[in-house]
């Protein structure tokens, strides 16, 4: 079967780092993805992975192990506006580049 | 700038009805998508598009047709729409070869 899990909510304090994780079965393995959705808003692209070690950009970070099946994502120096859903998702491989999508982990940010 | 609009933010419509959800997208992308975002159970895909006339059936792809005729529309048909079908409706779009993919604002689709 195919299976994404990661945590479905999490609360960090402003000027904080915090750690979202995200395992996966997958058949086949094209890369994975974090996307950001805010409420109401389309998901929005954050990063890719498809070798294993971190990726870094910005306040942002993502990490694969692909033997682990295993990947996260990092912020840093969280700020208000980065409360939103954070979308762990594998392609299958393929031109088209089809996800399969998490159900989604809900990161509040207090002050 | 990078645009995919989805005709409708918010719909309600009779069980029974035939509707039509429509996407456009300004960026000359190969590839178009149509997800449903359900709480709890996250993004699922219904049906692509690699191409002009060309779809296949994603993982949920019963109760749900597609049209494709230009290359910067995809359409999301409901033959019968039904109260299960009332859902967050996501469409997207990519460049083959390339990884991102842009995503519309949704539809938020009631059946009553």
């Known amino acids: 079967g195919q299976n994404i899990d990661q945590p479905t909510e999490m609360t960090a304090t402003e000027g904080a780092i915090v750690q979202i994780n995200c395992t996966y079965q997958?058949?086949?393995?094209?890369?994975l993805f974090w996307y950001q959705q805010h409420a109401g808003e389309a998901p929005t692209f954050l990063s890719y992975?498809?070798?294993?070690g971190l990726e870094e950009k910005g306040r942002f970070s993502s990490f694969l192990s692909r033997s682990k099946g295993y990947s996260y994502l990092l912020l840093k120096e969280l700020q208000m506006k980065d409360s939103a859903s954070y979308l762990c998702a594998v392609s299958r491989g393929g031109a088209t580049n089809k996800l399969i999508f998490g159900t989604g982990t809900l990161l509040a940010v207090q002050p | 700038d990078v645009k995919v609009t989805q005709s409708s933010r918010y719909l309600v419509k009779r069980t029974g009805e035939k509707v039509f959800l429509e996407c456009v997208q300004d960026m000359d992308h190969e590839n178009m998508f149509w997800y449903r975002q359900d709480p709890g159970l996250g993004l699922r895909l219904i049906y692509f598009?690699?191409?002009?006339?060309?779809?296949e059936k994603g993982d949920i792809p019963e109760g749900y047709s597609v049209s494709r005729e230009k290359k910067e529309r995809f359409s999301l048909i409901l033959e019968s729409a039904s109260t299960n079908q009332t859902s967050m409706y996501l469409c997207?779009?990519?460049?083959?070869?390339?990884?991102?993919?842009?995503f519309g604002q949704g539809t938020r689709l009631t059946v009553v």
């Open positions: 997207a779009s990519s460049l083959s070869g390339q990884v991102e993919a842009f």
């Open positions: 992975n498809v070798l294993d």
């Open positions: 997958t058949s086949g393995f094209n890369g």
């Open positions: 598009s690699y191409d002009v006339k060309m779809k």
